[in-house]
């Protein structure tokens, strides 16, 4: 028997329903998005600075430490306007983040795997709903930094999950597309609250800002109770016949058939989709399959000959993410430009966000077009060069090649590197191992977020102003190579034949 082809077109698997659920479920990477600058990292210490175009553009720092009023008292139920802190601490309240994200990203990926997809996306939507709710209501700095810890386990959860989530339920011919939501919804939450900062900046409105994240997770928390749970989890759990009437549900009308078949990993692809229908109907047993291993954990993935490869491709990959440069260009750009353009370096700043999100979306179909792999490349190469670009204008105080080279940046990350690195776990290893997988990969995508925002400013101190990207441009160059020679493409395959363990199957 041949396996049924999958349709030509992704246009006809486009349901309402398809688009309320990943809706929903992306709100978790946009409150990522929106947490990680709602808060700004403090102004590093560049020699010869002094502006304050960074405040303008993000959550009122000063205005939450008191700067420009005392620190009132705080009378129930009214918190305090605002609430003294030094500058050590408000560095702890914005980079506890990063540990609650480490610790929601080591526990998701194996709950996942063992508990499904919705538990730990429901569980998250508590963190995202209790953190903004201690950080808005904040009476003092301990309260603070509770909330800002657990929004971190809900941002750390999200960005393991979500990802995962939508590789398994877009349609097969558009996953890159659909995989570049997670990074657009990233950058709609970055945008969101820098609007919200900059206009409220006075005050204690600075609380509103933090409380609307609270609504979101709101929001979030009662959309996820219309969100069905992976079908392809459902079927590695041998619930074949479960999983193909939840996937049916996505797709509408659609023939789902050859979809069916393509959620084994490997071995006869004929026989597969015979065990598939056997498995449905009750007549026969079908045989094990690798999607219906035992879940593959977290320290075992490590070790185990068909994942450790994947493991490598993935933190790789991660790492490549952020140590190119991306958030040293997101979180200080006003500060490294303002010396040569002083009154157009919060413009670049607004604008490096809105082409982030515009080049984002622009380019999703991109990977189900040209690959994932070449897209990879091509976007690190592009960084590389722009920031070796942007180290020579700062260097020798080039304005419009500055200006120029961090809206390239931006452009060559969104074109590759920001959407594609969220895609390859679930497309390397099989169910019984993406959690794991995952957790991994944004293990290493939160240590290296934090390593570029702790010690940046003290490179580009000690080094001259510029002269820091130049590093940049050398992790963009070996980084190339790491990926020509340890990440396969995925494009249209299975992680068996990805890996040169199974020949890919034709449709």
Not at 216 to 230: M, N, T
Not at 385 to 412: P, R
């Amino acid at each position: 028997m041949s396996i049924p082809s999958l349709p030509r077109s992704w246009m006809g698997d486009i349901t309402s329903y398809l688009i309320y659920i990943t809706t929903i479920v992306t709100l978790g990477p946009l409150q990522y998005g929106y947490h990680l600058v709602s808060y700004p990292f403090p102004d590093p210490p560049f020699s010869g600075l002094a502006n304050n175009a960074k405040a303008e553009l993000n959550t009122p720092e000063k205005v939450m430490r008191c700067h420009h009023q005392p620190e009132d008292t705080f009378a129930f139920p009214s918190p305090p306007t605002c609430i003294s802190m030094d500058a050590p601490s408000f560095a702890i309240v914005t980079s506890i983040f990063t540990l609650g994200g480490l610790i929601g990203a080591l526990s998701s990926g194996p709950l996942s795997t063992a508990y499904g997809r919705l538990l730990p996306l429901r569980l998250a939507s508590v963190f995202f709903v209790l953190g903004p709710l201690f950080s808005a209501l904040a009476p003092n700095f301990g309260f603070l930094v509770t909330g800002r810890f657990l929004s971190g386990v809900g941002s750390g959860a999200a960005l393991v999950i979500v990802p995962i989530y939508i590789g398994e339920i877009a349609p097969m011919t558009s996953k890159g597309s659909f995989g570049a939501l997670t990074q657009i919804t990233i950058n709609v939450g970055i945008l969101l609250a820098q609007v919200l900062g900059y206009f409220l900046s006075y005050g204690a409105m600075w609380r509103v800002v933090l409380a609307v994240a609270g609504v979101l997770a709101v929001v979030q928390a009662v959309g996820l109770f219309g969100v069905v749970e992976s079908p392809k989890w459902l079927a590695s759990q041998d619930k074949v016949a479960l999983g193909k009437g939840v996937l049916q549900r996505i797709r509408g009308d659609t023939d789902i058939e050859g979809e069916v078949a393509h959620w084994g990993n490997g071995g006869d692809a004929e026989a597969e989709y015979e065990s598939l229908l056997a498995g449905q109907d009750g007549m026969l047993g079908p045989p094990k399959r690798r999607s219906e291993k035992e879940s593959i954990g977290i320290f075992k993935v490590i070790t185990h000959p068909d994942y450790y490869k994947a493991i490598i491709a993935v933190v790789g990959v991660m790492l490549a993410q952020q140590l190119c440069g991306i958030n040293s260009v997101i979180m200080y750009s006003v500060s490294f430009l303002s010396k040569i353009l002083p009154t157009a370096a919060g413009l670049i700043t607004v604008g490096v966000g809105v082409l982030n999100l515009i080049v984002t979306v622009l380019c999703a179909p991109l990977p189900d077009r040209l690959g994932r792999k070449l897209c990879l490349m091509l976007s690190i190469a592009g960084m590389g060069i722009n920031t070796l670009l942007l180290a020579l204008a700062i260097l020798f105080e080039i304005k419009i090649l500055s200006g120029v080279a961090t809206l390239l940046i931006v452009a060559s990350f969104a074109f590759g590197l920001g959407p594609i690195p969220f895609l390859l776990a679930s497309e390397l290893v099989g169910p019984e191992a993406v959690g794991a997988t995952q957790s991994w990969a944004l293990a290493a995508n939160w240590i290296a977020v934090f390593i570029v925002a702790q010690f940046f400013p003290i490179l580009n101190l000690a080094m001259g102003n510029g002269k820091v990207f130049f590093l940049f441009a050398g992790v963009a160059a070996i980084s190339v190579a790491f990926v020509a020679f340890f990440v396969p493409e995925t494009k249209g395959k299975t992680a068996d034949e990805a890996w040169g363990r199974a020949e890919r199957r034709e449709d």
